[in-house]
């Protein structure tokens, strides 16, 4: 056999063994694209930061009462995003949210932070009822906004969500809850009754029980800001919620602690970064 045929056969034999012909050198992998990285914030006054300070507040934002001090624009300050946009509003309602503030989401959004949900329960008249009208005239308001959030808030919350994703579908989305108001048998002697104090935490246990569900139905995180403020409730010794104050709009919301030292690192943990 001469060297043709022989140098044939070797070959033949070798695509057999490594099942084909020599192939050259593949390409190098194109990089991954970079994982979105804009964050927005959106919600209603425990994201836009009402009570936090008024001299931080963004006179751009008017009426929404945008605060500096508040988690979202303490988070974005320490972790840089690639942006960040804030359309959280004082008093926007689930609806609000889905109608107004989903502008900014788009396939670069990384991280999205909401609170929504109580102003549909009443929280502002709840809380007003309770602190004026007796026992029983807030006992009864609150059993209203309680048959609310368990009948007709999920199917809203659920729009919403949907409307996330929709327009965020990279996003990571923590959704955070609201925390218990009052530290029972603590030091407040004046206003509500100790069973008023207990039926407002209960409500807020209610909603959060439903942000949670919600939430993990659509994949989203349930950032539960409760254990945070545990001993800093009304009625403790530390308080990071302001009781009744003025200006009024500011009562019953996070102080400037409460945004820092409670939703702040809750948040982080939850973002994952």
Same mark, same amino acid.
């Not at 949210?97 to 609170?115: D, H, N, R």
């Not at 965020?168 to 002697?189: D, I, M």
């Not at 919301?253 to 973002?271: C, D, I, M, S």
């Given at each position: 056999?001469?060297r043709r ?47 936090? %300070? ?8 008017? +009426? ?26 004082r008093g ?24 929504? %949900? ?51 579908? +990279? ?79 500011e009562s ?5 602690? %409460? ?15």
């Open positions: 056999m001469g045929p022989v140098a044939v056969a070797a070959a033949a034999l070798a695509a057999l063994l490594l099942g084909g012909p020599a192939a050259a050198p593949a390409a190098p992998a194109a990089p991954a694209p970079a994982a979105p990285r804009g964050y927005v914030a959106l919600g209603d006054s425990y994201s836009s930061g009402v009570g936090a %300070g008024l001299g931080s507040y963004d006179r751009a934002s008017g +009426a929404c009462k945008r605060n500096a001090k508040a988690y979202p624009a303490l988070w974005a300050a320490a972790h840089t995003p690639s942006s960040f946009a804030d359309t959280a509003c926007a309602t689930v609806a609000d949210v889905t109608s107004s503030q989903l502008g900014p989401l788009g396939p670069g959004t990384g991280l999205v932070s909401i609170t929504a %949900g109580a102003n549909d329960a009443g929280f502002a008249e709840v809380m007003g009822t309770c602190a004026v009208r007796g026992e029983e005239a807030c006992l009864a308001r609150i059993d209203q906004a309680r048959t609310y959030v368990t009948r007709t808030l999920p199917g809203t919350l659920d729009a919403l969500y949907t409307a996330i994703r929709r327009k965020a579908p +990279a996003a990571r989305v923590v959704v955070l809850g609201y925390p218990r108001f009052y530290r029972l048998k603590g030091s407040c002697v004046l206003g509500m009754t100790e069973r008023e104090r207990s039926a407002v935490n209960d409500a807020s246990d209610v909603i959060d029980a439903v942000l949670a569900r919600r939430a993990h139905g659509h994949g989203f995180v349930f950032a539960d800001v409760r254990p945070a403020f545990a001993e800093h409730g009304i009625c403790s010794r530390t308080p990071w919620l302001h009781s009744l104050t003025l200006p009024v709009e019953y919301h996070p102080t400037a602690e %409460g945004q820092a030292k409670g939703y702040l690192p809750v948040f982080a943990r939850a973002a994952g970064r």
